[in-house]
């Protein structure tokens, strides 16, 4: 079945600690979305890529960075320069930027 | 500063009742607005408007669109349990305002279906 696969669905974090959370799609989409969602809060994006080797920072990028070297994939590192990580993290992707995103189904992100 | 507001923020009901979720935005350069529902994880698709007046329908939820007064409505007749869930809206500008054509999401309207 075509989707959107994060992993892993939970994840610890030590202080100082950087962690990378996965996100594979095989909906054959070029633009694929981070968001970082807290509780009572929309979501808010932190990066976003519209085609291969290319991506933009989001409204709440400080902290974090990523890369697109496949279209498939867009992986999110949160740096230990990330002072609040803790969150419910979502990737989205849609097959350009004026289409609906679909999303995964979270990695939820806790500090040790 | 663009932003979208949803109201009420919580909302419970019973089984059987209609319910009408509000959205409100301030965007610059308006493309679409679209609504999704999120129960545990992912949010999930439900509608995409760009145009006034003209409702979309998927069984028994609606959406229509006003873009004078730069408002949109859910609707649900004759919710069930399985209608629980966050329903958020999000705005999409065009890519030369503030926002850079990103999605601007509201905070959500939740809720709750009783037996």
């Known amino acids: 079945d075509g989707g959107i696969t994060q992993s892993p669905k939970y994840l610890f974090r030590k202080e100082g600690q950087n962690v990378t959370l996965s996100c594979e799609q095989n909906?054959?989409?070029?633009?694929m979305y981070w968001y970082r969602q807290d509780p009572g809060q929309g979501l808010r994006l932190i990066y976003y890529?519209?085609?291969?080797?290319?991506?933009q920072k989001g409204d709440i990028a400080e902290g974090y960075s990523v890369s697109r070297e496949k279209k498939e994939s867009f992986p999110l590192t949160v740096t230990s320069a990330q002072k609040n990580p803790t969150a419910f993290y979502l990737c989205?992707?849609?097959?350009?930027?004026?289409?609906?995103?679909?999303f995964g189904d979270g990695t939820r992100l806790s500090i040790l | 500063e663009d932003k979208v507001v949803q109201s009420p923020l919580s909302l419970v009901v019973h089984e059987g009742d209609t319910v009408t979720l509000n959205c409100s935005y301030e965007v610059t350069n308006f493309r679409s607005l679209l609504w999704y529902k999120q129960e545990k994880k992912a949010p999930t698709f439900l509608f995409m408007l760009t145009s006034s007046g003209i409702e979309k329908k998927s069984g028994r939820l609606s959406s229509i669109l006003d873009k004078k007064e730069l408002f949109s409505i859910l609707n649900i007749t004759a919710t069930q349990t399985g209608d629980s869930a966050v329903y958020l809206c999000?705005?999409?500008?065009?890519?030369?305002?503030?926002?850079?054509?990103?999605?601007?999401f509201g905070k959500g309207t939740k809720l709750s279906v009783k037996p």
């Open positions: 989205a992707s849609s097959t350009d930027s004026n289409q609906p995103q679909h």
């Open positions: 909906l054959n989409h070029d633009a």
């Open positions: 999000a705005v999409k500008a065009l890519p030369y305002g503030g926002s850079q054509g990103n999605l601007i």
């Open positions: 890529s519209q085609i291969v080797n290319d991506f």
